[in-house]
């Protein structure tokens, strides 16, 4: 095996930070390896992922430290079960590598266009529960009167103060007093941001804008940097509204074509 060239490219970097980060959130004790008394770095040793993976440990320093874009199908694989990813993780590595998980579902492809993602994103105003619609981007495509009563201060009555949630999120005061554990739920949209933007990484207008909101907030450029992919999940959630604090269970459902308009809705808990 000779070694591969450098990558002018970018996206061989992006793999390997993306694996640096996960090796070095990744604990001995969770790999089944002995924590040792003497670490001097986080997480785990590059040569141990690589015996995790089995793969060498030079093969696997190149891929680290962004110098090939030539990792095969069988090594992403062994990268994701080695390193523990979660299935958002895993899908985000496959992505990044450009190429396609044999144990990913098939994503189902529509000719329909844009106006299916508007008759879906419609749905929210037959909903009897606060609910609102997102695009790809996380642009506000449409909500109901109830989203808007219970989300004034994002959304209002007079429309949307911001139309991303997540510069809404990071860049409005109101949503760190309106949202209960504002620092927790705001690392944890950027971590769903980043594995529901994947397919975006190339996309012009989405790199302006991590590029925008790194320099306009360093809590989300920190959030961003440390390379968490979660997906996008439901659960409880607290807002600190006027009338005192509510309590409701999100729910996101997916619509449109190939999945890209997000139904949120809340239910009263």
């Not at 003497?38 to 060498?56: D, H, K, M, P, Q």
């Not at 103060?161 to 950027?190: F, K, S």
Request: aromatic share 8%; proline share 7%.
């Amino acid at each position: 095996m000779n070694p591969p060239g450098p990558d002018a490219s970018g996206e061989a970097e992006q793999l390997g930070s993306f694996l640096r980060a996960a090796r070095e959130r990744l604990q001995p004790e969770a790999a089944g390896l002995p924590a040792g008394r003497r670490r001097r770095t986080r997480g785990l040793r590059r040569e141990e992922v690589a015996a995790l993976c089995g793969i060498s440990p030079t093969w696997y320093t190149w891929i680290e430290q962004g110098r090939t874009q030539a990792v095969s199908v069988a090594t992403l694989d062994a990268l994701a079960q080695g390193l523990r990813l979660r299935a958002a993780e895993r899908a985000y590595l496959f992505e990044l590598a450009r190429r396609a998980d044999p144990r990913a579902a098939p994503v189902p492809r529509s000719p329909v266009g844009e106006p299916e993602d508007r008759a879906c994103a419609s749905l929210v105003q037959q909903m009897r529960c606060p609910a609102y619609a997102l695009d790809a981007h996380w642009d506000l495509l449409a909500c109901n009167p109830e989203a808007r009563r219970l989300f004034a201060p994002w959304l209002g009555e007079e429309g949307p103060v911001e139309p991303n949630l997540l510069r809404w999120v990071y860049l409005d005061p109101a949503a760190r007093a309106w949202i209960v554990d504002w620092e927790l739920r705001a690392r944890r949209l950027a971590a769903e941001y980043r594995a529901d933007t994947a397919t975006l990484r190339d996309d012009a207008r989405h790199r302006r804008f991590i590029t925008t909101l790194c320099a306009q907030s360093a809590q989300f450029e920190e959030a961003w940097r440390s390379q968490q992919v979660l997906e996008r999940e439901g659960g409880l959630r607290a807002f600190a509204t006027s009338e005192g604090p509510r309590n409701y269970r999100q729910f996101t459902l997916r619509g449109g074509v190939a999945g890209a308009v997000k139904l949120v809705l809340l239910q009263p808990a």
